[in-house]
């Protein structure tokens, strides 16, 4: 198995389509005219770059397209995922189940904040946190679960609050239900709410690669818990006058941005949308690939496009498939996500014991191809092409009677 997340070629080729795409969401004029105005602006020393203003306008603007009763911005998603947990004031044997196929983040997050990791498996068709193995792994000392949306296919929460609801902490309550909408933005939940307005607290990701972006870095926490909203205020800002804090501010001109890219936010998901339903289609009628499920509108908002090889496959032709791609075609791709425990030295020694045995036979047949709105009809024809011909060779050489 690779050693990198992305595809590795035996023989390094320039790749013509990345492994994965540098940005999502795109910037238009409307978004280069807002940061010249902000430059233009900041530029007065009486004025400079306080950002108070932009980051509240874009709060209560995320707020509102989510539904959520607030939303506090933050440098990162990653540091707000880190100051919800600590509100939660995780101590020794306080527990933590997250799914095992998902990015590492949340993972070191849990780790940092005092918590155990506990690792559930993941659903076998939309590969996000299984509800019922979450119940299998809940205890008595369960304080949080951490639910993905895994690639953009957005999850049922219902059931992981109704799960938190039946196994109270003796001292803590409920545990909390923390979502991870990172990929997600702009979704729409089976229960026809936009993600974002469910569960205790939904962390959000303006990176650099997500759906939408503000300059690289950014993230966003909505809840409807206000007593949350206002620590987590407290806690990216020095703590006020009287508690601890340290400075996790978006800029000025991220906020403004966001802005704009939130009221793009729907046409762009459309556009992402539009693509991978129609590479879905194009791609049907191979039995050798599992196509990535076909959800609700908005419910799938295909991060990545997502591609099962057959078991007898796994591993090893797999990888085949993914340096054939790269090395002949110059298509790169992507396994996301293999269990932490696999490639992550922490997250090995701290989940000694645990492992995932569907988690780790989804994720050796699971490869994501390179996939963006922006790629050209012409290139989209190409990569199918690409598809096709890969697979037919590797097909040759591997059975698929299973």
Not at 70 to 90: C, I, K, W, Y
Not at 166 to 189: K, L, Q, S, T
Not at 243 to 264: D, I, P, S
Not at 274 to 285: G, K, M
Request: glycine fraction near 8%; aromatic fraction near 6%; include cysteine.
């Amino acid at each position: 198995m690779p050693t990198d997340l992305a595809t590795v070629p035996r023989t390094p080729v320039p790749l013509r389509w990345p492994a994965d795409p540098a940005q999502g969401g795109w910037y238009t004029e409307a978004e280069h005219e807002t940061v010249r105005a902000v430059l233009a602006e900041s530029s007065d020393w009486r004025v400079g770059w306080k950002n108070s203003h932009y980051v509240a306008a874009f709060e209560e603007a995320f707020a509102a397209y989510t539904a959520a009763g607030s939303a506090v911005a933050f440098n990162s998603g990653g540091t707000a995922l880190e100051m919800v947990l600590r509100h939660l004031g995780l101590g020794p044997g306080d527990e933590v189940i997250s799914c095992a196929v998902q990015f590492v983040g949340p993972l070191l997050a849990v780790i940092n904040q005092g918590g155990k990791v506990v690792l559930a498996e993941p659903d076998p068709t939309t590969l996000n946190l299984d509800p019922a193995d979450a119940e299998r792994v809940i205890t008595s000392r369960t304080r949080a679960i951490i639910v993905t949306h895994w690639n953009g296919a957005v999850a049922d929460i219902r059931p992981f609050v109704a799960l938190a609801n039946r196994h109270a902490h003796p001292v803590y309550g409920p545990p909390a239900v923390i979502v991870d909408a990172a990929r997600a933005c702009g979704g729409r939940a089976p229960s026809g709410a936009r993600v974002g307005a469910e569960g205790w607290a939904t962390v959000f990701s303006f990176e650099s690669k997500k759906l939408m972006t503000t300059f690289g870095q950014g993230g966003m926490v909505t809840t409807n818990d206000a007593s949350l909203a206002e620590r987590l205020r407290w806690l990216r800002t020095y703590g006020g006058t009287e508690h601890w804090g340290t400075n996790q501010m978006m800029t000025k001109v991220q906020a403004a941005v966001g802005l704009v890219q939130l009221e793009r936010l729907d046409e762009m998901n459309a556009a992402r949308i539009a693509r991978a339903i129609e590479r879905t289609r194009r791609l049907a009628d191979m039995a050798e690939l599992t196509q990535p499920p076909v959800l609700n509108q908005h419910q799938h908002l295909y991060y990545r496009h997502a591609l099962m090889v057959p078991p007898s496959w796994a591993g090893e032709g797999r990888d085949r498939l993914m340096d054939l791609l790269a090395s002949r075609y110059g298509l790169g791709s992507i396994i996301s996500d293999r269990p932490a425990y696999q490639f992550h030295r922490l997250v090995r020694r701290h989940t000694a014991g645990q492992r995932c045995p569907r988690a780790d036979a989804l994720t050796s047949r699971l490869l994501c191809p390179c996939l963006h709105p922006q790629i050209s009809g012409a290139e989209e024809a190409q990569i199918i092409h690409a598809i096709r011909r890969a697979t037919a060779e590797v097909a040759r050489a591997y059975p698929t009677s299973d």
